[in-house]
């Protein structure tokens, strides 16, 4: 392995994978130098399309069903406040190592404790607890309507949502200078990390910065600058746009067309260019800082590490935001490392990682061990080599509780298949080589259009029929991977093995050959 390098981790908010790609429209220069001189990562996942399980999942390298926190923990629809007794995040042990931890910019993992409680010094960090927050629920959103004309025309971009307050998922603002966003407040998040690199450099110990955006995040609300840098008329569709929903499960279909349908495709395009513009801006805010990194003398001797912790449907089956629905807009994130010495430059892992991999990853570059041998995230160092361990895993899973409102939901998929399994409505299987883009449920009730019919002839009365009945084929695929489901479970101390009637809607339980 190469001399412990610094760590440098520039990490947005509801940015998807593909926006960093080298041959997608969308322009990231700063990443793709990155790219150019490390590793990108193509099947980096989430462990769920929400900030603070996916989070902590990067803290502590646990899923959510061990570290305890399932959706936003400073509302008061939260299902716990923070991290679960006894779990470590990976920036206690690196500080108990002698490593120079600084911090600016989201937090997001605890409504109990800061960066600080977990071995950082803080910059500019945004932080938070449930009660800070003097008003209720219900007065904010009255104060969000008490100005509203509901006989004013809606305009482009707008949702309206009577009595709980319209609002934008895309518009423009006034630029905020000659670069555009000196005014925002991510940019007073980066010029704190800006400064404090010299300092870091400075210094004899190790020392890893970590700064935290708060975009893409919606609403795509961005400078004119970046707002006009693409042409909304040279930009395609989603292919996965004019699903029509019908297999899908009915939460959604609500949400398709209760909001999104509001909108034109003139509209679709607007908002992509506008969610573009803003990653390429957050591009400019980074490339700031890989220049003061370089100015320091410390670039190659820095491990830069950039990433998000979620995606954005951003027009995907005409659905936007992240939540419920499980589709890869949403789970599938950005990951590119640069490291010289212990990166391969140029080079792409197309190998199944996730979020949780990078607590142990940076671990090992500091020579802590991990706490807890049952983790399920990996040290990706070997990968970053080129050299992909012979027991790398051949499946990924998610794990969902729900948002401010709850679902349970359980994900499982390998090259192959895809299996959703839905406690709230019909489970979803994709077959992932024929129908990439999730347009085709083969375990909806009805008949799939892409050579799986999914029809069987019915049964006698008195006979188990898993519901919907499929084909042996794809029934036996079913079997198989809720199999994958319940064997992960058991090993992450998931807490869905209720047995009650109207809770085991799992076609198939963990007991049946799981």
């Not at 990490?11 to 994978?17: G, I, K, L, S």
């Not at 990108?40 to 902590?56: E, I, M, V």
């Not at 940076?362 to 992909?388: K, Y």
């Amino acid at each position: 392995m190469a001399d412990t390098p610094n760590v440098l981790i520039f990490h947005t908010d509801q940015q998807r994978a593909d926006v960093i790609h080298p041959d997608h429209p969308c322009q990231t220069p700063n990443v793709q130098r990155i790219i150019d001189e490390g590793v990108l990562f193509t099947n980096h996942y989430t462990q769920t399309a929400h900030c603070c399980p996916a989070r902590a999942s990067f803290m502590t390298g646990h899923y959510p069903s061990q570290h305890g926190v399932w959706n936003n923990i400073l509302t008061n629809t939260r299902l716990s406040e923070g991290l679960n007794d006894g779990i470590r995040c990976f920036s206690e042990d690196l500080s108990e190592a002698g490593w120079d931890l600084a911090y600016t910019g989201k937090w997001h993992v605890s409504g109990l404790e800061d960066p600080a409680d977990r071995g950082w010094r803080e910059l500019a960090t945004v932080t938070g607890r449930a009660s800070d927050s003097n008003d209720s629920a219900l007065e904010r959103i009255i104060r969000a309507v008490e100005d509203e004309d509901p006989d004013r025309p809606r305009e482009d971009g707008q949702i309206l949502r009577p009595g709980w307050g319209n609002r934008h998922i895309y518009a423009s603002r006034p630029d905020g200078g000659p670069k555009g966003y000196e005014n925002l407040r991510d940019y007073t998040v980066t010029r704190e990390a800006i400064d404090e690199l010299p300092r870091l450099a400075e210094g004899d110990a190790p020392w890893m910065l970590y700064c935290g955006l708060i975009g893409p995040h919606d609403p795509f609300t961005i400078p004119e600058k970046f707002a006009t840098m693409y042409d909304p008329d040279e930009i395609e569709l989603p292919a996965s746009f004019r699903d029509t929903l019908e297999d899908k499960p009915r939460v959604y279909q609500r949400m398709r067309h209760q909001y999104w349908g509001q909108m034109s495709e003139r509209e679709v395009r607007e908002s992509i260019a506008h969610y573009w513009g803003y990653c390429t801006m957050l591009d400019a805010m980074f490339g700031e800082v890989l220049d003061a990194l370089e100015a320091t003398g410390e670039l190659d001797n820095t491990m830069v590490v950039f990433t998000s912790d979620h995606g954005d449907y951003c027009g995907d089956h005409g659905l936007y935001c992240k939540g419920v629905p499980a589709f890869d807009g949403a789970y599938k994130i950005p990951l590119a490392v640069r490291w010289p010495g212990g990166a391969q430059a140029g080079a792409t892992c197309d190998e199944f990682t996730t979020h949780a991999d990078m607590a142990n990853t940076f671990r090992e570059i500091a020579g802590c061990p991990e706490p807890d041998s049952n983790m399920p995230g990996r040290s990706i160092v070997p990968l970053l080599a080129g050299d992909t361990p012979g027991d790398w895993r051949d499946e990924m899973h998610l794990q969902f509780n729900g948002v401010e409102v709850y679902y349970t939901q359980r994900t499982v998929f390998t090259d192959e298949w895809k299996y959703v399994y839905n406690a709230f409505d019909f489970d979803e299987l994709y077959d992932r080589r024929e129908d990439p883009h999730e347009m085709h449920n083969l375990a909806a009730p009805c008949r799939n259009p892409i050579g799986h019919d999914n029809v069987p002839e019915r049964r006698s009365p008195g006979e188990f029929q898993p519901w919907p009945e499929l084909p042996p084929e794809l029934n036996e695929v079913r079997r198989e991977m809720l199999g994958r489901i319940w064997r992960f479970a058991t090993e992450r101390d998931d807490t869905i093995f209720n047995s009650y009637f109207t809770v085991a809607l799992s076609p198939y339980g963990p007991a049946c050959g799981g």
